[in-house]
């Protein structure tokens, strides 16, 4: 380690506490700028989505007998979940395809990163939607045995929100 020699007795104590004041200013900066970013995932469910997205699958004609919207923390983001509800116990690769579009197009939850959907029969079960996911064919969708999830950006790049 250098020493610092000066010919003034207190500018050596005075150059320390300049750097320390800088190294202070810095991580505050740092710490305000990541709470800032993380900000996004504390938002409350917000935007429009929450009455658009289902009004727009509902009047479809997919045989819908219910839609809910919902978003939470994730991160430095929030997940959206969409639960559609059909008359039935099947889904399709064009209705998963359908719904996704709908979504896209009106989905304004702000921080949203993630559009998680399930598809629900018309009791209480939810429908076996992989195979019909999966022969979407895109690398971009998750599929799981109920879910369908893809990630905000390629949503609006694939499915033109």
């Known amino acids: 380690m250098s020493t610092i020699r000066s010919s003034s007795p207190g500018s050596a104590k005075r150059l320390t506490i300049r750097v320390l004041r800088a190294a202070a200013v810095g991580a505050v900066a740092l710490g305000l700028g990541v709470s800032l970013a993380g900000c996004a995932a504390l938002l409350p469910d917000t935007g429009s989505y929450l009455e658009t997205v289902p009004e727009a699958i509902e009047q479809s004609d997919l045989g819908v007998t ?96």
């Open 66 to 161: 219910r839609v809910t919207a919902s978003s939470s923390p994730d991160g430095f983001g929030r997940n959206v979940y969409v639960g559609v509800h059909l008359d039935r116990a099947t889904v399709t690769t064009a209705e998963i395809e359908q719904v996704l579009g709908l979504i896209a197009g009106k989905l304004d939850q702000p921080g949203a990163s993630r559009v998680e959907v399930t598809f629900w029969d018309g009791a209480t079960s939810t429908i076996d939607s992989e195979a019909a996911c999966e022969a979407i064919g895109s690398p971009s969708i998750r599929c799981d045995y109920n879910t369908t999830s893809i990630d905000l950006d390629d949503l609006s790049r694939e499915f033109g929100g």
